[in-house]
């Protein structure tokens, strides 16, 4: 089973269990843009089933890459449960694990008020070649800042990878591979809202503006 095939099986998936489509009336997202479109991770996030599924088709995709990592983190607190139940699955592929080889680590939502810097920011820190994971990237901040917290505890960062980019321009007119290739780390996107959005039929007046937020925010346009 390669990537090259499951892909597609992969965006099927995203479209099946509605983790990408439309609003009759637009929404504000962290950016401050109005989108008549989403992309939301958290029902899968919450089906064991499904979750299971998106960390074996993320453990192919690494496979593809022909990276070598030992550690899984997820960006907090979207990417939190992929991070663990991957990292999970990663090591009990090793068949000569033992204890001290591979850390479960996850970022805390809220930082402590009080102790370290590594017990303020996560529950066991990262180490080895670390995986940075985000289930949406837009604007790439959180992934950003994230890369930011660990580069303080020279955290070795291999790879970011995205669940699903929304493929738009920054504000800063960068992309979210280019300002996160900019940190040093390469960014890789499992999904596209490039090639999912067009698979999908929203209703004429919705995907006009859909069309017209590509021309104005988007990596590139879109057609329905």
């Not at 694990?97 to 591979?102: A, E, F």
């Not at 837009?138 to 070795?156: E, F, N």
């Not at 300002?179 to 039929?201: C, E, F, R």
Request: hydrophobic share 35%; glycine share 8%.
């Amino acid at each position: 089973m390669s990537w090259e095939l499951e892909k597609n099986n992969f965006c099927n998936f995203i479209i099946e269990n509605r983790v990408i489509g439309f609003f009759n009336e637009p929404i504000t997202l962290k950016s401050g843009r109005k989108s008549y479109w989403y992309v939301n991770w958290r029902t899968v996030a919450e089906d064991v089933y499904l979750l299971n599924s998106v960390s074996d088709y993320l453990l192919l995709y690494v496979k593809h890459l022909r990276l070598k990592p030992d550690c899984f983190y997820g960006v907090p607190e979207g990417a939190t449960k992929i991070g663990l139940i991957t990292q999970f699955k990663w090591a009990f592929q090793d068949k000569k694990i033992k204890p001290g080889m591979y850390t479960l680590s996850m970022g805390r939502g809220k930082p402590k008020e009080h102790g370290d810097l590594k017990d303020k920011f996560f529950l066991g820190i990262p180490k080895g070649n670390v995986i940075l994971l985000e289930d949406t990237t837009t604007t790439g901040g959180s992934m950003l800042r994230t890369i930011d917290d660990l580069a303080k505890l020279d955290v070795k960062i291999i790879a970011a990878i995205g669940l699903t980019n929304r493929n738009e321009i920054r504000d800063d007119g960068f992309t979210v591979k280019e300002a996160i290739n900019n940190k040093g780390v390469q960014y890789h996107s499992m999904s596209d809202a490039t090639d999912l959005l067009p698979k999908l039929k929203p209703n004429p007046t919705v995907a006009t503006h859909i069309e017209n937020y590509f021309k104005r925010y988007g990596k590139e346009e879109i057609k329905f």
